[in-house]
């Protein structure tokens, strides 16, 4: 009898800086970089005396970007002691950082101020400890479209009827004889890769956009073109099998969904098909980059003798390259000779981008520079890698910053459990109630300015409808009911962490004041279950 669940543990291992984003930044309000170092802080929790605290607020009121970079400057060691993350930064970027302190309301010819160019993107990070963790529907979706090549490579006469979105999931789904509810993904669960060790290596390092193609400009001809330079978080390279998943594999057997595709995922399938999707991506990129003269020379060459020492685990489907996250490139997530990719600023769709990524620790370097997102997944190993653990033996060499943050964890920590003690001590003396009730207040407000445009407007509206009364079955039409709809209309723009605090939040308050009536009720859980993205 077939086992209706054959499951398998992933392991991870980054090869090159890997970002995967949230949609949210470090602005520059919440941070400061001192020693190279990024230390981002909680402003409601900073301790600042009942002065200092009137003034920020005041200032945060004001919306006065440069004061309040003056404010931070000024009372750097209440923010220090206050920061709950530490991250190794870049000498370029916290040299721009440092730079921007005297030029904080500098404003440049597109309007924006030197101090607001220092945002941050950050990398999805757990919500219990701060750790940065992979989806494992970002490594599902590299998945599938490796397989849907290799379906196409043995059917090479089926192409899109178009280039439009739902032309080209059309004909997605009929290569895997499914669509949403009938794709034969549906029965394969992967979990997200979540750290597997205490602390992972990260760094906020640059990311650097150049055209593959050298441009003409003012008369001169095949210069070497750059496009926007950006700051990002990046899990480093090096970190061996980091990150832990498990993967679930379903039988239905005879238990078939009707229309169910008749295909079915197999791991070792999977992995055969990535591993030729990415490894010739892999070679191309390495081409370009060598070709234009951007690269880490050593770093290229090392990885492609680690490939080359692993290359039976390839061939065996025991592990497989993947690439993930942003900064990729448009080619490492589109069909080969099938893809109609939009190029930004034109009118124009080509088959693969015409600029790329590249990973910098200064921005105006022009070489020593590593691509974007490459992992190696290994499928239940049962032994240790010796050529890969010695990799990245090596590729972290040279990061005591690291230990650095390790040891400044640790006292956070011994901070934390004394700060916890003296809160509790204070809890238990009394106070008067003016002074609380004005605590509370300010705390209040300081964490409205802290928090983002998104969430102001989350926060705002969670407390009119809790305001509200409960509904009764005769209010299907109340007015509150369509401020609801057009509230959720609106975040759809929002980015899916949001998304999925959105939803948290609003569905137990619609639940309590029984506005999940009338014809409202499957519009509102259908947005509901769109936020959480299932």
Known sequence: MRPFLNTANLVLTPLAPIHVGTGEDFEPTNYVIHDNMLHAFDLSRVRLSPERRRELLQLANEANLGRIHAFLRSNQAEFLSASHIHIPVSGGVSKKYLDSLGNAVQVESDGKTVFNRNSIQRAMFCAADGLPYLPGSGVKGAMRTAWIEALHKNDSQSKPEGTRNREVAEWEASMLRGNFQTSPLRLLKLADFMPDRPEIDRRIVFACNFKKQ????????????????????????????????????????????????????????LARYSNSYSLSRFEKEVSLIRENGYGDENWLRRLEQLLADIRDRLQSNKAFLIRLGRYGGAETKTIAALAQISIMGTSRIESEATTFWLAAEQDDIKSGMLPFGWALIEIDPQEDCAFLRAWCEQERTGRPDMQMVREKMSKDREHTHAEEADKAIADAEPQPAVVMEEQAEEQAELELAAMSPEERLLREFCSKLKAHPRLRPSDAGALILSECEAFLEQTNNWSDAMKKQCAELLAPILDEKNMFIGKKEKIFRAALRHLLGV
């Open 214 to 269: 050298p441009v003409s400009f003012q008369g001169r001809r095949n210069i070497k073109g750059r496009g926007p330079v950006t700051r990002v978080e990046v899990i480093l390279p090096g970190q061996y099998r980091a990150f832990r998943s498990e993967v679930v594999v379903l039988d239905p057997g005879k238990r078939v969904h009707p229309g169910m595709s008749p295909l079915r995922p197999h791991l070792a399938d």
